[in-house]
């Protein structure tokens, strides 16, 4: 059966988001754990209450845009344990003091100046970040919801809060990590930022003296040390990421760091692979009567009598595969076929190497290719779960405003659609009726405005529950 993990933390980011700054530096892990929350919470919004993020700006247009959710959802989105209540709630205070400046990459000349264009400098995050009666109300202004929601860029990527958020304790880990998903997107696995510009998307801390930035970790050694080498080691810790990054350095003092993507070569030993390549080369050595003899060289060779057994590696198991291949050939020309094979064993190392290296080659094609078939499944699978769960609220919300509307008379109807027609003018003079825009917001209106008491959660629950099931059986039977 597949793996049934909500797609509910996957939040989409356009390029620009990703690569942002704030004034000194000062975003905090906190902080950047909220910001990414803040995207969930709009984003998972806008499905639940709309076809597709483009409906928004039909009804909302260059009015503000609120959110309402329990603290304790927030939290979850912020990957934080639910007793972490007081924490989570120093981080959202400091919220609505947030300034951002998005498109570090393409905004900045690599020295910490601004190029030439059109630059809006720091934006408030949110204009409100309020909790009461344990509900977190958020207000985003126009300009931040467009972008949040991806509805201008052409590049988005999909990053996932349980590894963003929930992986690491520190700021710069997850950004970097972010960039390097960004680069991998666009089919890069090297990519070059000056030192300014990094400092300026990892968000290094700094002060203004003299008009001139004073960075902490001013000596390279301390940025490397503290930011560079521990974000480093933290991704390629992860051992579920399917990818290491590495880091060189250029110019003295040093002008340039260059990050190299690696594909990570992942241990065999609980593969399907690994264990058929075993049992395959066992099965020849069976055969032949040389399983004793290949246990007692290769355990002797690593000093253990277990390795043979229990720890064999892949190298040393198509080693085997390649004497075997020799023993067939030549074996029975030698009067000793035994001391023939031990012989192969002692001295084919070196001749083994170029074979070796074409084995690799093959092996990190295949695992590419299946990694890409995975990676592409799963996108797939997110894709339609997404939309069968945001079908099935609309739809249940569609059903109940229907059955609300079938129950009344033409003179309720006549009044119910003239309160519809005010609230809508209010949101947006220029929205026109029988549009999706306008049936969305008669929605709204109904449901989060005049009667929130028609839908029942439990029933709603179960309608978004009963469809995730029905996916996922889909999926078992495939």
Request: glycine share 4%.
């Amino acid at each position: 059966m597949q793996n049934q993990e909500s797609i509910e933390n996957i939040v989409v980011k356009s390029d620009r988001v990703v690569s942002f700054a704030t004034p000194g530096g000062s975003i905090t892990s906190s902080l950047y754990k909220c910001m990414n929350a803040v995207i969930l919470a709009l984003q998972n919004d806008v499905r639940q209450r709309f076809d597709n993020f483009d409906d928004v700006e039909e009804v909302y247009s260059d009015r503000v845009y609120d959110i309402q959710l329990p603290v304790i959802k927030f939290i979850e989105y912020m990957e934080w344990k639910s007793n972490n209540r007081q924490g989570a709630r120093r981080a959202i205070s400091l919220l609505k003091d947030l300034r951002v400046e998005w498109d570090v990459l393409e905004s900045q000349d690599g020295k910490g100046n601004k190029v030439g264009g059109a630059s809006i400098g720091f934006q408030n995050y949110v204009s409100r970040a309020e909790i009461n009666d344990g509900i977190l109300s958020i207000r985003l202004d126009p300009d931040i919801r467009r972008t949040l929601l991806n509805t201008s860029e052409a590049t988005s990527l999909g990053v996932d809060l349980r590894i963003a958020n929930g992986a690491w304790s520190d700021k710069y880990t997850p950004i970097l990590y972010e960039h390097c998903l960004l680069f991998i997107r666009d089919g890069q696995r090297r990519f070059e930022l000056t030192v300014p510009m990094f400092r300026e998307i990892m968000n290094v801390p700094y002060t203004i003296e003299n008009g001139e930035k004073v960075w902490t970790y001013p000596n390279f050694k301390d940025l490397r040390k503290y930011v560079i080498q521990k974000a480093i080691n933290n991704i390629n810790s992860l051992e579920f990421l399917d990818f290491r990054v590495e880091a060189a350095y250029v110019g003295k003092p040093i002008r340039i760091i260059s990050f190299f993507i690696r594909n990570k070569i992942p241990s065999y030993a609980e593969t399907p692979e690994y264990k058929n390549l075993k049992q395959d080369a066992l099965m020849l050595l069976d055969e032949r009567c040389l399983e004793a003899t290949c246990r007692v060289f290769f355990n002797k060779l690593e000093n253990s009598e277990l390795y043979f057994d229990e720890e064999i590696s892949v190298k040393h198991l198509h080693y085997i595969k390649f004497n075997i291949e020799l023993y067939d050939k030549y074996a029975t020309t030698k009067k000793k076929p035994l001391d023939y094979f031990k012989t192969c064993l002692n001295n084919n190392f070196d001749a083994f190497e170029n074979e070796w290296i074409k084995i690799q080659n093959e092996m990190k094609l295949l695992q590419a290719k299946e990694s890409q078939r995975k990676r592409v499944l799963a996108a797939k699978q997110r894709e339609q779960l997404e939309k069968i769960e945001a079908d099935a609220i609309r739809n249940y919300k569609k059903e109940v405003a229907d059955a609300y509307l079938n129950s009344l008379s033409d003179l309720e109807k006549d009044s119910f659609f003239r309160e519809v027609n005010e609230y809508a003018i209010r949101k947006n003079p220029m929205i026109k009726p029988k549009t999706p825009g306008y049936d969305a917001l008669l929605r709204i209106y109904l449901f989060e405005v005049r009667s929130p008491e028609l839908l029942d959660p439990k029933k709603l629950e179960k309608r978004v529950a009963d469809a995730q099931d029905e996916f996922w059986s889909t999926i078992e039977k495939d």
